[in-house]
């Protein structure tokens, strides 16, 4: 499975971004697909996460009210809707994805996803 993360840019406090991670390779399309970021000097963290074919879709808590997390299983595309950016959320961010379906209380964990994009980068500056 390849993933290829775009949609990234700069923006200012408030605004909003799109991004979108196109999946291929895979037969069916990955059933368990997640956004991950990694800011300056800190460890990569979870985003959000959504399975197919469940309404699963864990947020991280700093993010929670203010990304939406989607797909579009006919294209195999992942989307990452992010409104009210902050400062805070600069980061990369990266897509991952899993052709099994992972169950809800790992699917924050970074090491149940096998595939990964490349990254795209996020900045939220004045």
């Known amino acids: 499975v390849q993933l290829q993360a775009y949609g990234g840019g700069l923006v200012q406090p408030g605004g909003s971004l799109r991004l979108s991670c196109a999946a291929s390779?895979?037969?069916?399309?990955?059933?368990?697909m997640a956004w991950f970021r990694q800011a300056p000097g800190k460890e990569r963290e979870f985003v959000a996460a959504i399975r197919r074919g469940t309404g699963s879709t864990p947020y991280a808590d700093s993010v929670k009210g203010r990304f939406t997390i989607s797909r579009d299983n006919a294209k195999n595309i992942l989307y990452l809707q992010m409104n009210s950016l902050k400062p805070e959320d600069t980061a990369v961010y990266y897509c991952?994805?899993?052709?099994?379906?992972?169950?809800?209380?790992?699917?924050?964990?970074?090491?149940?996803?096998?595939?990964w994009g490349q990254g795209t980068q996020v900045t939220v500056s004045s």
């Open positions: 390779g895979s037969t069916s399309g990955p059933s368990t």
């Open positions: 991952a994805a899993a052709e099994s379906a992972i169950i809800v209380g790992v699917m924050r964990s970074s090491t149940r996803y096998p595939y």
